[in-house]
């Protein structure tokens, strides 16, 4: 199984990103898909999850209203639009995938089981 993110890279405060996980060697559709993120000496941390069909989505409230995550079950790829970004955006953002499906635990990382290798999200002020 691979998780390939792609996408990130330094912009300035109110500027946008589009990240990208193309993933491989798993039946995508079967998967929850989420995006964590971890800033330099913070814990990894939950940002967005989207539902196997897309159906559904979870976001923290810090990426309420700004990101916007969305998937292509057809192309293996989910994607996190991030808009007006902020400097406390700045983290290593990783998707991951998670076969259990279980709305009370997809928040946390422990319930994923495959995880890409990050993207580096850089916002300046």
């Known amino acids: 199984v691979q998780l390939q993110a792609s996408g990130g890279g330094l912009v300035q405060a109110g500027d946008s990103l589009r990240l990208s996980c193309a993933a491989s060697g798993l039946t995508f559709s079967r998967y929850v898909m989420g995006w964590f993120r971890q800033a330099p000496g913070k814990e990894r941390e939950f940002v967005v999850a989207?539902?196997?069909?897309?159906?559904?989505?979870w976001y923290e409230d810090s990426a309420k209203g700004r990101f916007t995550i969305s998937r292509d079950n057809a192309k293996n790829t989910v994607y996190l639009q991030m808009n007006s970004l902020k400097p406390e955006d700045t983290a290593v953002y990783y998707c991951?995938?998670?076969?259990?499906?279980?709305?009370?635990?997809?928040?946390?990382?422990?319930?994923?089981?495959?995880w890409g290798q990050g993207t580096q999200v850089t916002v300046s002020s």
């Open positions: 991951a995938a998670d076969s259990g499906a279980i709305i009370l635990t997809l928040r946390h990382a422990a319930a994923y089981d495959y």
């Open positions: 989207i539902a196997r069909r897309g159906g559904s989505t």
